[in-house]
């Protein structure tokens, strides 16, 4: 590896350290309970994945939320 290869590897580790890791589906089990941003704020608890899509199932019905709108962002 070369210097620029090695200063690149060690920023993204200091973004990692201070940002932490994008959310992704994997973080959310089966039964987990969510909070999202559609529409509005909503709680829900995650019934099934389908891709990269949470399926959640809400008081009225199963709405499909992607990782990015689960809060917090």
Do not use: W
Not at 27 to 43: K, N, P
Request: some cysteine.
């Amino acid at each position: 590896m070369d210097a620029h290869a090695n200063e690149y590897l060690a920023a993204v580790d200091g973004m990692t350290e201070t940002y932490g890791k994008p959310r992704s589906v994997d973080d959310h089990a089966i039964g987990d309970s969510v909070t999202y941003r559609l529409a509005g704020s909503e709680r829900g608890q995650v019934v099934g994945h389908d891709g990269n899509v949470l399926m959640v199932m809400t008081n009225r019905e199963i709405v499909r939320v992607l990782p990015c709108e689960v809060l917090p962002f």
